[in-house]
């Protein structure tokens, strides 16, 4: 059986496949080594209760995730995977930009993009994915993610700048104050995570012009630095994995529309194909 996984700063999808390729899938919070101990994986893996009846039957691990982009930070997540899954003979730890590329492309050449609580892209030339930007986190980059629109309207919320109506009911519904919004982004853990968690209020008002604006220009912000950098991105498809494209994906088809590149695939969940791309992987090899 192997086990696959996609994990985000927020949520990790997991799915076990046999060899029959019958699937089991489950959730575990997102592990991202910037963040996280090997300790916290083991011991959040050990409240899992489908891992905990499957776990000596599992014999590889592919696991994609925010923050896994060098060696140093991968071994982190490895060592608590590789201690719970003791019976695995092969624990693989990867970038989650790696992993949205296999699930969206199966092989195929084309720009991947991860627009979810944070974001990034690469171009994927068949077999490897290149990178021409460096993703720079939260604070200093995460153009259209989450993250980046939770930023923009704590801060117009908190300089006033928010329509008074959107303001209130921002206000009402999560019941904000400035001390609160402060300790939760300078003092508590995961606070790319508590900044994104504001966007399902502009889902909820995003035919309200100034979301509607919003959106569109952080977006556009987005595809100018992680689409337009590649020489050949109007000859690709670009796709696209996460929640924020997933949802606004209106919004980004008009935003291709200006920039002249044509939306691909969009996967709000890529664990799926993904775990189909190593159950036919592993099949070729059997």
């Given at each position: 059986?192997?086990?696959?996984?996609?994990?985000?700063?927020?949520?990790?999808?997991?799915?076990?496949?046999?060899?029959?390729?019958n699937q089991q899938h489950t959730y575990t919070m997102g592990f991202?080594?910037?963040?996280?101990?090997?300790?916290?994986?083991?011991?959040?893996?050990?409240?899992?209760?489908?891992?905990?009846?499957?776990?000596?039957?599992?014999?590889?691990?592919?696991?994609?995730?925010?923050?896994?982009?060098?060696?140093?930070?991968?071994?982190i997540?490895?060592?608590g995977?590789?201690?719970y899954f003791d019976k695995a003979t092969k624990v693989i730890v990867d970038h989650d930009l790696t992993g949205a590329?296999?699930?969206?492309?199966?092989?195929?050449?084309?720009?991947?993009?991860?627009i979810g609580t944070g974001s990034n892209s690469c171009y994927f030339d068949g077999s490897k994915e290149h990178e021409e930007v460096p993703a720079l986190g939260y604070i200093l980059g995460d153009e259209g993610s989450g993250s980046f629109f939770g930023k923009i309207m704590l801060s117009e919320w908190l300089y006033k700048r928010m329509p008074i109506e959107l303001a209130e009911?921002?206000?009402?519904?999560?019941?904000?104050?400035?001390e609160g919004i402060f300790e939760a982004v300078h003092k508590k853990e995961n606070p790319n995570v508590y900044l994104a968690s504001f966007m399902p209020f502009v889902s909820d008002h995003r035919d309200h012009p100034y979301f509607k604006k919003m959106m569109f220009d952080g977006l556009s912000?987005?595809?100018?630095?992680?689409?337009?950098?590649?020489?050949?991105?109007?000859?690709?498809?670009?796709?696209?994995?996460?929640?924020?494209?997933?949802?606004?994906?209106?919004?980004?088809?008009e935003v291709g529309r200006k920039h002249n590149f044509?939306?691909?695939?969009?996967?709000?969940?890529?664990?799926?194909?993904?775990?189909?791309?190593?159950?036919?992987?592993?099949q070729v090899t059997l």
């Open positions: 059986m192997i086990l696959v996984a996609d994990s985000g700063s927020t949520k990790c999808d997991w799915i076990a496949i046999d060899a029959k390729g991202n080594p910037f963040f996280h101990t090997s300790e916290l994986v083991i011991s959040k893996l050990r409240e899992n209760e489908l891992f905990n009846t499957i776990k000596n039957t599992i014999e590889e691990v592919y696991f994609y995730g925010a923050g896994c982009s060098s060696a140093d930070r991968n071994a997540i490895q060592k995977l590789a201690t590329a296999l699930a969206t492309s199966q092989g195929e050449i084309g720009i991947t993009c991860i009911a921002f206000q009402e519904k999560y019941d904000l104050s400035k912000r987005f595809a100018e630095i992680h689409v337009l950098c590649y020489d050949n991105y109007t000859e690709v498809p670009v796709n696209f994995v996460g929640s924020v494209a997933y949802y606004f994906q209106d919004v980004l088809e044509t939306v691909g695939k969009i996967e709000k969940r890529p664990v799926e194909p993904l775990a189909m791309y190593h159950y036919n992987q592993k």
